[in-house]
């Protein structure tokens, strides 16, 4: 298969409300063209992805109190989301019971052991990271099992130009390395710092997007044409702005990020040497 | 005491406000679009050869020729630039002269993109490695370029156009031709 090509599509209204259901798969190219094959299938496939994908919301809320809840295992089980943070002498009547599937789920009743000691206090205390964990693990389960066949038709019903894309081989230097063993390092080290523009998580290194292999290709050909790498990144930045670039550059609007710190730390010690002289 | 007590408020007033902030940042849609830094700008020098036997090929001197055009960034393996093209029509039914770049793409197939969805360009210029894409700052396909007779980017439109993005475009054109 080829790795899909950079085809984007502005996100249409409800497109921003199927993609906090998808996060994983949102960032892999394929998952997003097929997002994007979205528009030309027409809207009926639309409300049809949002539908399920909003309901699993609302769904993943109620079903934490279930309705036919088993009485819970005060020992065991979380109390409610206000239950009091003292070590209280558990009425499971009056609490809403809430994780039954924490521990119907064998993942989280692994993970128990690591989370009551981290978050809670004592056995009968709150687990409200469980409680939530449970949440959000049954409505990702269930977002992904509603999704993906209906992406995947979506896909389909574009129809077969969508597959035929692409087919240029990469650029010279997208998958070769630089003769100069130097220059090759030199490029690789600069290539692991540039964002790729179609898949904005990865770097061009990291990432088999037929833009990003272009990208590889204009760092390897630039360096090997004598440019450093602060100037390429430079000739980069120029176009794409300071987004392009992983490495942060101090500059007008970025200096706070630098100066609160060291703010922070010097207020901190101005502090700590007035509670010490107010000691003696 | 009383000092405490307004430093404590201002604390509480200060978690309010970065909660606040939070709440703002996250409830706004998230925008996954590089935009060129290069509007406003000469377009960077390029010669590209014909996409097709159809069209010249483009380069940068074409778009310094006095006329203000749409530089349309497409291919034809691209879903959207299929979506845009009744639009792209339109544009040059009144009077638009719009050139285009070609991204990674082979001859027989922009003849075949061109004879499905028409061909408004007068230009085509092919770029079968991204180069020119990479020296205009574009980070996908489709997207559209509002250059001036001086050949100085004066708007870039991301994504697809569709029709309430028509009179923005023209809208565009028109100051860009002053």
Redesign the interface.
Known sequence: MNPAPSARVRPAPSANRVRPALPAMERRPEARSAVARRTIAQPAITSAIDAPSASVRTASLSETTPAGAAAPDPQLLAPALFAPVRPAPASPGALPAPAEEATSDPRLAAAQPFAAPLFAPSRTAPSLPRHLAAALLRAARTAAASATPLLAAAALASGAPAFAQDMLPPAPFAYRQLPDAEQEKQARALMEQLRCLTCQSQSIADSDAPMAGDMRHQVRTRIAAGESPDQVRAWLVERYGDYVSYRPQMSATTWPLFAVPLLLLVVALLILRRRLRGAR | MIRLRVVLWVLVALAAALFALFALQLSR??D???????IGKKVPAFALEPATDGRPGLSSADLADGRPKLLNVF?S???????EAPQLGALERQGVEIVAVA????PE?VDGFLAAYGNPFSRIGAD????V?????S????ETFVVDGRGIIRHQH???I?DSDVPILLEKLREAGE
């Open positions: 849609p998230k996954d679009f590089v935009r060129s830094a290069l291919a393996w691209c879903v959207p630039c299929a979506v991204i990674r793409d082979r197939s079968p490695i991204s180069e894409q990479l020296a205009l700052g980070s996908g396909v489709p991301l994504g697809e569709r």
